[in-house]
């Protein structure tokens, strides 16, 4: 059998709608006068499928991606041979591995003149390693720090052979809430630094999603480098509304595998919290918390037939049981998160809900699931 036909054995699953993230490039990239996106798919494209969703992306013309990891390039490498498509590693890479940078043409985030001296001795004669000079000015991860570390990191990269300037970054800690003071002591800092050091606007990619959608008027927006958006939910804090409204592109949905009638005085799951006060149906789900659907969740809504049920008792690590108005038969569809009828139950309320925010929610999304395009 293949993975997926395995994966397809338990009745339970994602539903992506790729057109949705299609849609999403192309509103966030017209919202912020962007010309070029780099999209960020690292940690399975925030949960979706990387192969899928760089697929889709691809199509409508993105040819750069950035993921989190070395072997997170190599699997995109290997998806995507041709020399137009670059892709960039955001975190900190060790640089041991720079062979297998170089050979599949990952451009690593780099920040330390001594980073890059190590890096270069592992470059053989005629080969280059495209790389991203990272600047942090004030996310406190990784970067050059300082007007004069920008400096010496492109003049180094400048005038080598071996290294190959992709762009220059800088990450914003605050893009996502109200603390509007932060964010423009980190463009100025950005600013004054690349523009002491003389590197080209061409290069820049300052916006992440929060950028993007709030402050698109501050800073250059030529090139946006975004992930949440994408998969269609409003990155910000629950105040910060979208000045214009995404595609919903992610469904979480399940099959009733039984149903049972609670007599009065009878408990559901581990530590028996939950207690009926009156007979009611209920329905057990192949669904817990090995496939991401958290502990904390017990309590939460879920969708049947077109209306809110709940989920009660514990949550376990492979079932949930949930409220019944009547009784239903097994293999009925349940909405955990997505839309059914006239109700619909987003992300963000899932990460509200688990006291959470919606890229835990979906990255948390097991392997176990199978996602459905
Ligand atoms: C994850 C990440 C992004 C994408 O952030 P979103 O808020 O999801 O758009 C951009 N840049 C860097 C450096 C990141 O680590």
Known sequence: MTNDEILNLRPTWLEIDLKAIQENAKKVMNHAG????????KAN?????VHAVAQALLDIGVTDF???????????????????????????????????????????AVATIAWLEEAMTQIKQGQQLPVQLAVDTGMGRMG???ASSVKSLYDMIQSSEQLVLSGV????????DNNVAYYKKQVKNFYHWVEAANIPETYWHLANSGSAIWHHNEIDTNTIRVGSVLYGYNPGTPELTMPFKLSPVLSLKSKIGSVHCLETGESVSYGATYTAEKPQWVATLPIGYADGYLRRMS?????VDGHIEHVIGRVTMDQIVITLDKMYPVGTVVTLIGQDGDQQITVEDVANYANSIPHEILTTLGLRLPRQY
């Open 66 to 108: 950035a993921v989190a990891t070395v072997g997170e390039g190599v699997t995109l490498r290997e998806q995507f041979p041709q020399e137009n498509v670059t892709i960039t590693l955001l975190g900190v890479q060790d640089v041991k591995q720079t062979p297998i940078m170089v050979a599949y043409q990952l451009a690593p």
């Open 45 to 49: 494209a925030y949960g979706h499928g």
């Open 34 to 41: 962007a010309k070029r996106l780099i999209a960020v798919v």
């Open 144 to 146: 050059a720090h300082s």
């Open 299 to 303: 309590g939460m809504k879920v969708l």
């Open 169 to 176: 970054f800088t990450h914003f800690a605050t893009a996502d």
